[in-house]
Every structure is written in C-alpha cells, then in structure tokens.
C-alpha cells in the first residue's frame, strides 16, 4: 500500500499500490498516485504485514505514469517476479493485487480481455497514453500502482485506471494495466539515468474525420493530417510535409491523435519507422529516424 501525503491517488484519494523490484527496496507504482507529494516523508509503504517503511521518489514519468520509489530500509520485503506483457494472450487469467478503497491485501481476479487498448491516464494537462492491458478483474480507486498477475503469480501489468461510466462511478469489469514491459523499461532508464527518454518527431498534426474529408475533398477519412513540420527535425529531413496524410506507421493503423502519440512513445530515440499516407500526387512512404525530445 503506498500512502501519499497530499498525492491525487486512484479515484481523488491519497492511497495507491506497488510492488517491490529489486533486492534494493525500489518499487514501483502509479506516478499520479504520489505526483503531488514533493516534500520529505510524505510518502510511505505499508508492506503485507502492516509494517510501514518511509520511502523517497527516485524519479517518475507522467508520460507513461510510472514512478520508482525507494524504501530506506526493506526489511525483508522481497521483489516480485516479473513475466512478459508480450506473452499474453487474451482470455488468459490474471489476478490483481492491491489496495482497493484502502482494504490493503485485496485480491480480485479475471481474465485478459484485450491487448493494446489505448487509453489515457493522468490530469488532462498531464496526460498519458499508453497501449494497455484490459481485463475484467476488479479495480477500483487504491489499485492504482498494484501488480497484475498471470497464473504463475508474475507481474505482466501495473493496474492503472478504470472506465468511467456516466457518472463518477468506474463502469463494471472494465481495468486497464500498463503493460510490465513499457513499466520495467522506464523504471530501468529512471534507475540508470535520473530520466525516461522519449521519442521526437517534430510535427503537429490533427485528426482527420469523416466529415473533414468531405468537407475538403481528402482521399481518406481516417488518419491524421500534418499542420506543420518543424524545421530541421526528424520528419522535415524525412521529406514529410505540411498537408500529408499519415495513415499507417509500420504495420499499425494510425486513425487518430492518440494512436500516433501511443506509437511514438512505444519507441526510443534512434529507431526508425516507416510512415505511409497520401499527399496531393498521390501515395507516399518515408523512414523516419526518432531523435530525442
């Protein structure tokens, strides 16, 4: 159970979950559980038997809503087994520990029941978007930070966030989980670096609807459409212009905002993509190698 003086937790409150990494005492949970608490001992652990541990933020990424604590004094708290989010198939069973409501312990189970939902999490001037895993095991406001679990009690998720419904109540059976690959890959570059790099294109672009592509002839109605290009970026020395049209990059669809931010940041400072899409003079495709930002 990870208490944050004065933090936005799960759901408004101030207590969220994590779980243990390393022999170290490092853990790992939400970022928007303790975002708001900066200053010195306001945060603490409670580990499973009611013993409670201070704890410092060693650093966090409101991008992909991951933050590594450090318990300065672990104790005999062990780390938890880590699987692999990739090896997950859907309709597998998963359990998800945490602290739902402040009932610390609390066990609830499911099954996976999607893959590569977007979703976004965090305050609306600090969002993140993430790619994550849906699954029906209950989850409610404390969860936040808490491990997901396949059958052979590994971490494949950090469950994150729930649905809302048309009121302030989370909608049943519906959890999502960043995936412990993306979770374990930032964590890793906090503890080895103080930071998270991030993908960098240089563009701005807006969604292309329906009803735009109507509106103003466009030979798509899905996808986005490139309002600017920053010069001497990624993209300006890729050859991508203000008025493309990017539909795909690599083998994924891209038909909105979201869909290209998840993408970018799924990749690291480097790689390359392929993007293809369509411009005036018909289709294009461009390799596109990420910088950082």
Same mark, same amino acid.
Request: hydrophobic content about 40%; charged content about 15%; overall charge negative.
């Given at each position: +159970?990870?208490?944050?003086?004065? /933090?936005?937790?799960?759901? /408004?409150?101030?207590?969220?979950?994590?779980?243990?990494?390393?022999?170290?005492?490092?853990?790992?949970?939400?970022?928007?559980?303790?975002?708001?608490?900066?200053?010195?001992?306001?945060?603490?652990?409670?580990d499973h038997q009611g013993q409670v541990h201070p704890v410092k933020i060693?650093?966090?990424?409101?991008?992909?809503?991951?933050?590594?604590?450090?318990?300065?004094?672990?104790?005999?708290?062990?780390?938890?087994?880590?699987?692999?989010?990739?090896?997950?198939?859907?309709?597998?069973?998963?359990?998800?520990?945490?602290?739902?409501? /402040?009932?610390?312990?609390?066990?609830?189970?499911?099954?996976?029941?999607?893959?590569?939902?977007?979703?976004?999490? /965090?305050?609306?001037?600090?969002?993140?978007?993430?790619?994550?895993?849906?699954?029906?095991?209950?989850?409610?406001?404390g969860n936040s930070g808490g491990p997901l679990l396949d059958s052979r009690g590994r971490v494949i998720g950090i469950n994150t966030a729930i649905l809302r419904g048309g009121g302030a109540v989370g909608a049943e059976g519906l959890g999502f989980a960043v995936p412990i690959n993306l979770a374990s890959d930032v964590a890793r570059q906090v503890l080895e670096t103080g930071r998270v790099r991030r993908a960098f294109i240089g563009i701005q672009y807006g969604d292309v609807t329906p009803e735009m592509a109507r509106e103003f002839g466009l030979p798509v109605e899905r996808g986005i459409i490139i309002l600017a290009v920053q010069p001497g970026s990624p993209a300006a020395r890729a050859g991508i212009l203000r008025g493309d049209i990017i539909t795909r990059m690599d083998a994924a669809a891209i038909t909105s905002m979201g869909?290209?931010?998840?993408?970018?940041?799924?990749?690291?400072?480097? +790689?390359?993509?392929?993007?293809?899409?369509?411009?005036?003079?018909?289709?294009?495709?461009v390799r596109v190698r990420l910088s950082e930002q």
């Open positions: +159970q990870v208490n944050a003086q004065g /933090g936005s937790g799960a759901g /408004g409150g101030a207590t969220g979950s994590g779980f243990v990494v390393d022999d170290k005492g490092h853990v790992i949970t939400n970022n928007h559980v303790v975002a708001d608490a900066t200053g010195t001992g306001e945060i603490e652990v409670v060693v650093g966090r990424s409101p991008v992909y809503d991951i933050a590594v604590l450090l318990v300065e004094d672990p104790g005999n708290l062990r780390p938890a087994a880590l699987g692999s989010s990739q090896a997950m198939r859907i309709g597998e069973s998963v359990v998800a520990i945490g602290s739902p409501l /402040g009932l610390s312990s609390t066990v609830t189970s499911g099954i996976v029941s999607a893959l590569d939902r977007p979703v976004t999490t /965090g305050t609306q001037d600090d969002s993140s978007y993430i790619n994550a895993v849906q699954t029906d095991a209950a989850i409610n406001p869909d290209l931010r998840r993408a970018i940041r799924e990749r690291a400072p480097g +790689q390359e993509v392929a993007f293809a899409g369509v411009r005036p003079d018909g289709p294009f495709t």
